[in-house]
Structure formats: structure tokens, C-alpha cells
């Protein structure tokens, strides 16, 4: 395994909660019906907590739309009567479905919100994902022309970091695996994947294997060698043909990663955990892609802990929550080279996920991180929390405090809107 410099342990330990992609600006370029309009529903992937309701995952659903009797409140949750870390989910290109699955299993659990958005049901599990390729923890769901690419944290064989995608047709057939690459620099890590069809690039970014992520804290810190698997690369991929081209060098876990939805512009960025930097990956004069180190996020040496980004339409804007401080910030991008932020915002004891709407009115946050990394005591809010945003100022519009309600941790986003239905089933 690749070893990571220069970082306290406590940055490891931290960041190996740093798990998280999730909104309207952040789908699949192949995915159909994004919603521009006022979206109707959240939906929000949730961890089991036992003791807590029914302890499993659940599909929660709630309703967002300010014009709703029931504005701010959970309408209907699906349970999956398990707990497996609860994690990521993904649109398939259609929109017809949901694919959602936890980190210390391979199943995927997959959900029909086409018949009925307000009310989503699970009708399938798939679970041969580790039997097919032998990776475990599978974590981002990416759609493509009629199949998903699903990247996993981990494998089946030693629970470490060496991993890789797998591909499946919509109605969970698989059809292929790729290991990520360990040659030509590649340390074998996986985390998130983004696609850019015009240049025929798929980008994937890593972080670490279930024996780190699913340890308590205390016990990963207390172990030098743990401590030494986390990824810094990340990999620039052939799309049609699913072939690594070229490794690139992302000291300190690189996390999501957004490209620019403005067809002028030939860039992504993304966050790492470890290093609380914005790094730019592009293509230089000659064609090549590069990845560049253009801004810290907050004070560094504080471990602020970046944990997910949201990058607005027109790619002139990034929100970043970082779990530590709780805060919420945001980015000017109109030049990407060097990034300025203009806001920020704590929003809650503890942040992770954040989601916004294609006009970027609204934005939602979630709390949860991991089941061993959320903090405790009082400082263990789970929450989903909605906020409208004029261009100066986040204001909290609503809340449902998940323990309250009994539902769990609140995670993973996705927005729903009733039109879908009407679409779905006028063909």
C-alpha cells in the first residue's frame, strides 16, 4: 500500500470518517429528468441505530416543497430490516430507480420511486457483488446508458484498501469488474467516480478499506500500520473502454469529485480529507490532465475535516461542509485556479452531506459521517436540515431530528419531485 506523509495521526483517524456525493448538480451526465424546478422530496439514506425505532437502514422520505401541508416532515420510510452502514446511492439513467447500499456488506438495495415518488419501494437486492469481483463496501452508484458503475471501498479477501468498479446492467445483472490500478503509481484505493463524456473521461478518487473505516477510532489511531493506508492518487480513466490512462498524485484522501457543468470549461475538483485542500485536476496546453493544489479549506492545521462538496451549475461556485467545526462554506470559482471563499456558516454540532437544488435556492445538509466516527453525547446530532440561500446568507428553513423521530443517522441525499411519477408512467 501506498503510505501518506506529513499529517498528525489524529488527521488520519478523522478523516477515515470522511465518507460521502449527492444533488442535483452532482448526478450522472447520462441521467434523464434532472429536476429544475422546486423539488418535492428529500430522500434520505439512513443508518440503523439499535435500540433506535426498528435499528435497520431505511429509505426515509421528506417532503420539501414549502407549498405542502406536510413541509419539513418525514412522510414514509422504507426499512431494509438489516444494518449494514448505510452509505451512498445513485439514479439509474432513467431516474426509475434508486441503487443504495452500506459499507460493511456487499448488498444493494434497490428501490422503484418511478411508480409512486412519495412513497418508494424496495424491489430488488442485489447481492452478489463480492461473489462476481470480489470487492466489498460498495460506495458510489454511477449511472450510465442502461447500467451502473458501482465503486467499492474494499475487498472480500483481506478487508483492505485494494478494490475496484463493477458494473451492472439497470435490472442488476453484472457484467464486468476493474480492479483500480496499483502500477505506474496507483496505490489501489477507490472512493468516488465522475464522468466526463465529452473528453471520454471517467475520474475516480480513494480513501481506505474496510479494516480502517469500520474500526473505532481509538483503536485506529493506537495502530501505526492502519494508519498508513489511505489513498493519494487519483485515476484518469479511458470511459468507452474502462482502462486507466494515467495516475494522478492527490496527496491526502481526495474525496467527491465534481466537474464543471459549464459546457466551456474542462475541469473537475475535489476535497481532501487529510489535507483540507481543494485540488483542481484539468487538462494542461498539451492535452494532458493534471491535478493541481489550488486552496486550503478553513485552517488546515485545525483538521477542519472536509467531507463533501456541492459545485453549482454554472461551475462558478462550490459549498464545502467540513464534520469537525460543523461549518458550511462557500467557494467562488469563478476562477478555478484559486478559489476564494466568500461565506461560511456552522449549521450543526457536526455536518457531513450537502445537497442543492438546480437553481441553488436551496440547500440541504445531514449529519452523519459513520456509525464510529459521529460524535457523542450532545454532540451527536442526526438531522436533516433544509436552508434557503439568496446569494448572501444560509437560512434554516426546516429540520427532522432523526433521533427524535427514531429513524437513525441521516446520511446520503437525493431529491425526488412528483412530475417524475407523471412522467415515468406516461412513458
Known amino acids: 500500500m501506498r503510505r501518506l506523509h506529513g499529517f498528525a495521526l489524529t488527521a488520519f483517524a478523522l478523516a477515515a470518517a470522511g465518507l460521502a456525493s449527492a444533488d442535483e448538480t452532482c448526478n450522472s451526465p447520462y441521467m434523464a429528468k434532472l429536476i429544475k424546478g422546486q423539488e418535492d422530496y428529500v430522500y434520505v439514506w439512513t443508518l440503523g441505530v439499535e435500540g433506535l425505532g426498528d435499528g435497520s437502514d431505511k429509505l426515509v422520505t421528506v417532503d420539501v416543497n414549502p407549498k405542502s401541508k406536510s413541509y419539513g416532515k418525514v412522510i414514509n420510510s422504507v426499512s431494509t430490516g438489516t444494518r449494514a452502514e448505510a452509505h451512498h446511492m445513485g439514479f439509474t439513467d432513467d431516474r426509475r430507480q434508486l ?93 468516488d467516480l465522475a464522468v466526463n463524456p465529452k473528453k471520454n473521461v471517467l475520474l475516480s478518487s480513494s480513501f481506505a478499506g474496510y479494516a480502517n473505516y469500520m474500526r473505532p477510532l481509538g483503536d485506529l489511531i493506537k495502530d501505526a500500520e492502519a494508519m498508513k493506508n489511505f489513498g493519494s492518487t487519483m485515476v484518469v480513466w479511458d470511459l468507452k473502454a474502462l482502462k486507466p490512462q494515467k495516475v494522478l498524485s492527490v496527496p491526502g484522501a481526495p474525496l467527491e469529485i465534481r466537474w464543471s457543468l459549464n459546457p466551456k470549461d474542462n475541469w473537475a475538483i475535489t476535497a481532501t480529507a487529510l489535507g483540507s485542500k481543494l485540488w483542481l485536476v484539468k487538462q494542461d496546453a498539451s492535452g494532458d490532465w493534471t491535478a493541481k493544489d489550488v486552496g486550503a479549506i478553513g485552517d488546515p492545521s485545525k483538521i477542519p475535516l472536509p467531507v463533501d462538496i456541492s459545485i453549482r451549475r454554472d461551475g462558478k461556485g462550490l459549498w464545502v461542509n467540513t464534520f469537525m467545526d460543523g461549518k458550511t462554506r462557500y467557494f467562488d470559482l469563478s476562477n478555478p485556479e484559486a478559489p476564494k471563499q466568500t461565506y461560511e456558516k456552522a449549521t450543526g454540532k457536526q455536518v457531513n452531506m450537502i445537497s442543492q437544488s438546480w437553481d441553488g435556492k436551496r440547500v440541504y445538509i445531514t449529519s452523519s459521517l459513520l456509525a464510529n466516527w459521529d460524535k457523542g453525547g450532545a454532540d451527536n446530532e442526526q438531522f436533516i436540515r433544509g436552508f434557503a440561500w439568496n446569494g448572501k446568507e444560509l437560512v434554516q428553513k426546516f429540520e427532522v431530528d432523526f433521533n427524535k423521530e427514531k429513524l437513525g443517522r441521516a446520511h446520503h441525499m437525493k431529491l425526488g419531485s412528483k412530475a417524475l411519477q407523471a412522467k415515468a408512467d406516461g412513458g
Open 99 to 191: 441503487w443504495a447500499g452500506g459499507l460493511s456488506g456487499n448488498n444493494i438495495w434497490v428501490f422503484d420511486i418511478a411508480s409512486d415518488p412519495a412513497k418508494p419501494k424496495l424491489v430488488r437486492t442485489v447481492s452478489d457483488l463480492g461473489d462476481k469481483s470480489g470487492f466489498l463496501g460498495p460506495h458510489t452508484y454511477y449511472a450510465l446508458p442502461g447500467r451502473m458503475l458501482v465503486q467499492a471501498l474494499s475487498n472480500t479477501k483481506d478487508k483492505g484498501g485494494q478494490t475496484g468498479m463493477a458494473l451492472y446492467s439497470n435490472q442488476g445483472k453484472f457484467l464486468d469488474a476493474k480492479a483500480m490500478p496499483t502500477t505506474n503509481g496507483g496505490d489501489g484505493y477507490g472512493y
